[in-house]
């Protein structure tokens, strides 16, 4: 955000310095059910992000005394390993990441049909393996599909994608460069079914008009990005059907 | 749950997929959005009647009054016991809930750590406090065997259309199984059958989406313990 460069960001033809266009985000992958262990998980990458959550839960909330007597509580730790990023990142959790842990796990606790199981703590865990700026909203999407993926009752889906601006253009998803040099970070996660926001963040500056069409850009990529997180969550199904049927041939 | 055999296809919903618009009732896991029934679990979308709900594919074990559970005592109290009955919630069995008379204090000489018991869950209130019970026909203490922990929505496939894969499983394999509403399962047989069980009811939980399980898993039986023809004939 802060950062100068001399590197053109946006061509003269709208192009980004990855070819995409001004409204096109990085390529996604979602995998639902990657770890054994886990009630629930999800594996995702965004363009050069990479990024792995578990769901654990519900159960038994510990420490006693976050225990809420009327609903569950959902519990988040966001994670960015030593190896995610170009210099060490020193591990443990520092500022940034208990803030995302905390907006994550509210964003999630607004879908979670949480009145189901008081007392009870549904434990969320992010872990960052590589970052390439858009990991909150990476994250959160993980997160959500792993908590399909664990059976837990829930609203809808939350995906997550950042806007923002670089070069003095509205860009959707931004990626390490645009989010350095660039004037603006919008992430934003939406409930689909009602286009409620669930996360709402913005660092940066930007005009009315030019937020305006960032949120409009956003809750559109996140409408694709929820068609990706079902059709993780269907395929892990249809692939076992198919591996069943296959071995009866 | 009884149609849930006889429909050829079988949609899988994710939690926010519309279940239906057309004014039918929200049944299990279905909540109601501007008019339109939505699910709440990942599943199978399920019509029952004039209601459309969700079977869930995975989820964790909520105890409802009635259950028979199999648990493991997990702490020991001077009027109670806790078992650890795969649900989000301590289960407490307390000194008047078994068959014998316990002096306080003393409950440790009938239970100890590890125990593994059958139970009856007594009661679920709002908050979710659980009783046991294990004072009725047949909850016991078990002994030997071994137990199987399967996901608690597979239950209902390995206990088959009126019992058909249970009745199967017991009768091929010649063991003793009791199944627990929790997914615990315990399986009592001589070593090589009670091995052949094991993996029949791993079988049923990894292939729980598959038609024809039955035959399948009785396929694998045959292959695994030869059978005595004219006895299990009659099975079908």
Redesign the interface.
């Known amino acids: 955000m802060s950062g100068h460069t001399d590197m053109v960001l946006v061509d003269e033809k709208g192009m980004r310095i990855d070819g995409r266009t001004a409204e096109q985000h990085r390529p996604i992958k979602i995998e639902a059910g990657v770890l054994n262990n886990a009630?629930?998980s999800a594996y995702v990458e965004i363009g050069k992000n990479k990024v792995l959550a578990a769901v654990y839960?519900?159960?038994?909330c510990h420490p006693r005394h976050l225990q809420d007597?009327t609903k569950a509580i959902v519990q988040c730790k966001y994670n960015m390993q030593a190896f995610s990023v170009s210099d060490r990142k020193r591990p443990g959790p520092d500022r940034r990441s208990i803030e995302i842990s905390k907006i994550i796990s509210e964003a999630l606790e607004k879908?979670v049909?949480t009145e189901l199981?008081?007392?009870?703590s549904i434990d969320v865990y992010i872990e960052i393996l590589q970052a390439n700026a858009g990991t909150r909203c990476a994250g959160l999407t993980a997160a959500s599909v792993a908590l399909?993926?664990?059976?837990?009752?829930?609203?809808?889906?939350v995906p997550a994608i950042a806007a923002g601006k670089a070069d003095g253009h509205v860009l959707l998803d931004l990626n390490k460069e645009e989010d350095n040099f660039g004037q603006a970070d919008v992430p934003i996660a939406i409930v689909?079914?009602?286009d409620e926001i669930v996360l709402l963040q913005m660092d940066g500056n930007m005009t009315r008009e030019e937020f305006d069409h960032a949120i409009e850009m956003a809750v559109g990529a996140c409408h694709e990005v929820y068609d990706l997180?079902?059709d993780a969550?269907?395929r892990r199904?249809?692939k076992?059907?198919k591996e069943?049927?296959g071995d009866?041939q | 749950m009884e149609k849930r055999n006889a429909r050829p296809t079988r949609e899988?919903v994710?939690?926010?997929?519309v279940l239906d618009g057309t004014g039918m009732k929200p049944g299990e896991?279905a909540?109601v959005?501007d008019g339109k029934v939505?699910a709440?679990?990942?599943?199978v979308r399920n019509v029952f009647q004039n209601t459309v709900g969700v079977i869930?594919?995975?989820?964790?074990y909520m105890p409802v009054s009635g259950d028979t559970v199999i648990g493991v005592i997990v702490d020991i109290g001077p009027s109670n016991w806790m078992v650890d009955i795969c649900a989000?919630?301590?289960a407490p069995l307390h000194v008047n809930e078994v068959p014998w008379k316990v002096e306080f204090g003393d409950t440790s000489r009938y239970l100890g750590m590890g125990n593994v018991v059958l139970l009856k869950v007594l009661s679920v209130d709002?908050?979710?406090k659980i009783n046991v019970t294990m004072k009725d026909s047949g909850l016991r203490r078990i002994e030997g065997g071994r137990l199987v922990k399967i996901s608690h929505?597979k239950v209902s496939r390995i206990i088959g259309k009126s019992g058909s894969m249970i009745s199967m499983l017991k009768n091929m394999t010649d063991c003793r199984i009791t199944v627990g509403q929790n997914g615990m399962i315990w399986i009592d047989g001589e070593d090589e059958n009670a091995e052949v069980a094991v993996q029949a009811v791993k079988m049923v939980e990894?292939?729980a989406?598959?038609g024809n399980l039955t035959d399948?898993v009785r396929e694998f039986i045959e292959s695994r313990l030869p059978q005595d023809e004219d006895e299990y004939d009659e099975e079908d």
């Open positions: 009630d629930g839960g519900p159960r038994e007597p879908v049909l199981y008081p007392r009870a399909a993926d664990a059976g837990i009752p829930m609203r809808d889906i689909p079914s009602t997180q079902k969550l269907k199904y249809s076992v059907q069943v049927s009866e | 899988i994710v939690p926010g997929d896991n909540y959005l939505r709440s679990v990942m599943g869930p594919l995975r989820g964790c989000p919630y301590p709002e908050s979710k929505s990894a292939q989406q598959a399948r």
